[in-house]
């Protein structure tokens, strides 16, 4: 990683960090949540593009199933997609619709804090409301988003976080001091891919697996049958981006967004910290190490 520091005025290990995540469609966003449960600083839980609340209870159903029912959840703004959903049937009757005032969650975590570091996986729609009910925030948050692409597989569209709110990925550019950024560009590659026969199914779907590994694996069945016959990591290495792991060049950039919300570099756009590439077979052997930690956390529940 380069020596970029961004953000120092917010040491990481003393503030709050917040996932905010469109958990429920691609399974790469649970991998991260199972991640994250891992951290004493995860303190909040917030759904985008919401679909009719199911996100939302699907994280807490997780986290719950993780031993971090501390952590609240909190649904967040929808935003009228209901596809490629590949969570059904996972989530029990009894798990109750969360809370919906996204707003009021942060001010209980920031309260007394430092700062906020806020992980963005999905549009940054959620985060764009709370700046712009608590404009005052952005000078104490720390901001990790994984979005955009300077060479999308699709140039004629915008990467799908910034497509689905444009308005709200320009105000948070527009906002947020250096935020450190993830591009589809690094993500979306074959080294970056869980399949059926990746080492990380492996490991969740063995015999005996705790009950969040049989709900993850079940999650990835779905997604594998009905979607793709693979997923890409992409919020597990923004995870990892956010915790600031080696693996990760990172450079200073502008961007900026045209009316598509396409990224391109430009002299004149928003100063960010850019992830141009990774060391991904140091990632995979980071993540799997973070999943036996899960696993081995709920083993040892388990002996008392």
Not at 137 to 146: D, G, K, P
Not at 231 to 246: G, I, N, V
Request: hydrophobic share 45%.
């Amino acid at each position: 990683m380069s020596g970029i520091e961004g953000n120092t005025h917010v040491e990481r290990k003393q503030v709050p960090l917040v996932v905010d995540t469109d958990l429920g469609g691609d399974p790469d966003d649970a991998i991260a949540l199972v991640v994250a449960a891992g951290l004493p600083e995860l303190a909040l839980v917030v759904t985008s593009d919401e679909h009719e609340g199911r996100r939302a209870r699907l994280a807490r159903h997780l986290l719950n199933l993780l031993g971090r029912s501390d952590v609240p959840v909190v649904a967040g703004r929808d935003l009228g997609n209901t596809k490629d959903w590949a969570a059904e049937g996972l989530v029990p009757d009894t798990v109750p619709a969360q809370p919906n005032d996204v707003v009021a969650a942060v001010d209980e975590i920031s309260a007394n804090a430092s700062g906020v570091r806020w992980l963005t996986l999905g549009p940054a729609s959620n985060l764009a409301d709370v700046l712009t009910a608590r404009p005052e925030l952005a000078e104490r948050l720390a901001l990790t988003v994984m979005c955009g692409a300077l060479a999308y597989r699709d140039p004629e569209r915008a990467e799908h976080n910034i497509r689905l709110d444009v308005s709200a990925a320009r105000g948070v550019f527009t906002t947020i001091r250096n935020p450190w950024l993830l591009p589809a560009d690094v993500t979306f590659t074959a080294a970056n891919e869980v399949t059926p026969d990746s080492p990380e199914y492996a490991l969740i779907s063995r015999p005996g697996a705790p009950t969040w590994a049989t709900l993850l694996t079940a999650h990835l069945d779905q997604w594998f049958a009905n979607f793709h016959p693979g997923t890409m990591l992409h919020d597990a290495l923004a995870l990892a981006l956010c915790m600031r792991r080696p693996f990760l060049d990172v450079v200073a950039r502008r961007i900026e967004l045209d009316d598509l919300g396409r990224m391109t570099v430009s002299d004149t756009g928003w100063p960010v910290s850019f992830t141009r590439g990774a060391d991904y077979a140091g990632f995979r052997l980071w993540l799997r190490s973070r999943l036996e930690r899960a696993l081995d956390r709920e083993t040892m529940s388990s002996l008392g």
